[in-house]
């Protein structure tokens, strides 16, 4: 039994290094990445430089970010069943 169980870990691990842009992991890591780690360091560089306007944009990013977010938690509650 423990040969079956490595044998599909080995067949998963197979599957996502032979097509990393099809898996999961991949696509939402590089949306992490991009949706989250870029606009931090933006929004830091903006309160340092005590610039209103650019806080203002990354204000309405980051309340723009968490309504979609709220909004896709409950979306995918609903349309999974």
Do not use: H
């Not at 079956?4 to 870990?9: D, H, P, T, Y």
């Not at 870029?38 to 650019?54: C, G, H, R, S």
């Amino acid at each position: 039994m423990a040969l079956l169980g490595s044998s599909i870990s080995s067949e998963v691990g197979l599957r996502l290094l032979l097509s990393p842009l099809g898996s999961n992991v991949v696509v939402r890591t590089a949306c992490c990445s991009v949706g989250i780690a870029l606009p931090v360091y933006n929004t830091f560089k903006a309160i340092e430089n005590k610039d209103q306007n650019e806080q203002q944009k990354w204000l309405l990013y980051w309340a723009a970010y968490g309504s979609f977010s709220l909004a896709e938690v409950f979306s995918d509650k609903i349309l999974s069943w």
